[in-house]
Antibody, heavy 118, light 108 residues
């Protein structure tokens, strides 16, 4: 069974950092672009970041560029999102997803909730 | 970068057809044949139902179809069923990836 499982979410204060993890199973992870998409409570989907199969290319949405970093460890079938300088507006469910090609996310995790509040 | 423009809501009766539009620019929707559509039920992760404008992943009913004209893409749901009630998002590749704001589809 193809599966993505996120972890690492929680409640943090503004300005703090958090590292989200996503463990993949049942797919050829090293051959897959991976992405992070978030959804604020009651709001729509927002693309956050994408990383190439070998980790050599990274792309970020305007609202997180310079604060978030996406990385991956193909030996561990895992992708990560390091979030720095968190703001209240970063509060959201963060999903990792496999990009089957040109922003076609065909496998999604269940999401991990990040709450930024003092 | 602004989100792609979708109507906030759409509705139809069981058995009817409904079309949801998604308007972008020549830098995203109009410039590439890389439009995808996602279905999201409450409390669930999104599900890919259309990719590359009009391709359906395995297991997605052929009641769902996609098209594009210029800077506007469309999702048509034919033969509406109760389980089609959900929020639908379009997305486009184009430099940076971008989603639409979502359309709540109600089956009357």
């Amino acid at each position: 069974e193809v599966q993505l499982v996120e972890s690492g979410g929680g409640l943090v204060q503004p300005g703090e950092s958090l590292r989200l993890s996503c463990a993949a199973s049942g797919l050829t992870f090293s051959a897959a672009w991976m992405g992070w998409v978030r959804q604020a409570p009651g709001k729509g989907l927002e693309w956050v970041a994408s990383i190439k199969e070998d980790g050599s290319e990274e792309y970020y949405g305007d609202s997180v560029r310079g604060r978030f970093t996406v990385s991956r460890d193909n030996a561990k079938n895992s992708v990560y999102l390091h979030t720095d300088s968190l703001r209240a507006e970063d509060t959201a469910v963060y999903y990792c997803a496999r990009d089957a090609g040109h922003f076609s996310y065909d496998v999604w995790g269940q999401g991990t909730m990040v709450t930024v509040s003092s | 970068q602004s989100a792609l423009t979708q109507p906030p809501s759409a509705s139809g009766s069981p058995g009817q057809s409904v079309t949801i539009s998604c308007t972008g620019t020549s830098s995203n929707v109009g410039g590439y044949d890389y439009v995808s559509w996602y279905q999201q039920h409450p409390g669930k992760a999104p599900k890919l139902i259309i990719y590359y404008v009009n391709k359906r992943p395995s297991g997605v009913p052929d009641r769902f179809s996609g098209s594009k004209s210029g800077n506007t893409a469309s999702l048509t749901v034919s033969g509406l069923q109760a389980e089609d009630e959900a929020v639908y998002y379009c997305a486009s590749f184009g430099g940076n990836s971008i989603f639409g704001g979502g359309t709540k589809l109600t089956v009357l």
